[in-house]
């Protein structure tokens, strides 16, 4: 035979790495978490590969690829031959798990693709909001919507859940479709943030603002009572109820059986945890003037 043809015994370690489609780094690697055990090395002091070898980095190489964790190949075949029954067995097991995994990935890309899907048919915006609130938010007049809308609806449904954000959307359909209050808001809103650090707590307009606040809010009820959207919220009860029949109405909206609030990829907490969490760049005037209307709001006589 000619000594062209004659395969070595055993190989340096950057040839084995082309050969197995890997690089010399990450067989190193290999050696230093004990996947692959140290060969002998030559008197050159380098590593030297045999067959044995090679069959092992290939082994090691298309689990990888497989997407395999390196531990898990390692406690599957690194301490036993390929071919044994032990090592298919622990293989199996390691398949198992991973088909799992990749079965959850696969759930996860697909609500992540649904979500920009979402985002691209209605807009980033009010696409990250979910159906049941945007929804409710389609067929109003364009540039109605205000990001300060919609901002406000997203914390809302962290918070309260889709429910809670889709009731109150109502309030700004209200808004986008009766400009005379929209403007009156938008006075009462400017006047609130005027309310300053610069302001004190007993200062005259902090009580006025208030009592503007509290005017404004009860015009919207009742705007939200006679144009029909408060029998729209009535009926999104009745639906959410019908298809969440163990989900608690608007107070825990969007929580599970134990008061905390899902979402998706999210951890749960609860509406106490997640309002504590969520900062308010509030002065003390404006605080009180928030006082001041919940006081308002309980002397009102209930409505008949």
Do not use: N
Request: net charge negative; hydrophobic share 40%.
């Amino acid at each position: 035979m000619h000594p062209s043809f004659v395969p070595p015994r055993q190989v340096k370690i950057g040839d084995a790495a082309s050969f197995v489609g890997t690089t010399p780094r990450a067989i190193r690697h290999y050696h230093e978490i004990g996947l692959l055990p140290e060969p002998e090395r030559g008197s050159d002091d380098r590593r030297r590969y045999g067959y044995d070898d090679m069959v092992r980095l290939l082994w090691i190489r298309t689990m990888a690829d497989a997407g395999i964790a390196l531990d898990d190949i390692r406690g599957a075949v690194a301490a036993t031959p390929p071919a044994g029954a032990e090592a298919d067995h622990d293989i199996a097991g390691v398949l198992e798990r991973l088909e799992e995994s990749l079965v959850a990935q696969e759930a996860e890309l697909r609500r992540q693709r649904t979500a920009v899907q979402r985002m691209r048919t209605r807009g980033s915006r009010l696409g990250v909001l979910s159906d049941v609130v945007a929804d409710r938010l389609e067929g109003l007049p364009e540039g109605s919507l205000r990001q300060a809308d919609l901002d406000d609806l997203l914390v809302t449904e962290r918070i309260f859940g889709p429910l809670g954000a889709a009731v109150r959307a109502s309030r700004f359909i209200a808004l986008a479709t009766y400009p005379g209050l929209r403007e009156e808001s938008d006075r009462v809103d400017a006047a609130e943030e005027a309310l300053d650090d610069t302001v004190a707590v007993d200062d005259p307009r902090v009580a006025q603002v208030a009592a503007d606040r509290h005017a404004v809010e009860r015009a919207l009820d009742a705007v939200i009572e006679d144009s029909g959207l408060a029998e729209s919220d009535d009926a999104l009860f009745d639906s959410w109820d019908a298809l969440h029949p163990s989900t608690p109405e608007i107070a825990g909206a969007g929580q599970d059986a134990d008061g905390h609030v899902s979402g998706s990829g999210r951890a749960s907490m609860s509406v106490a945890e997640a309002s504590g969490m969520l900062p308010y760049d509030l002065s003390p005037a404006r605080l009180r003037c928030q006082e001041l209307v919940e006081e308002l709001d309980a002397r009102e006589p209930p409505a008949p």
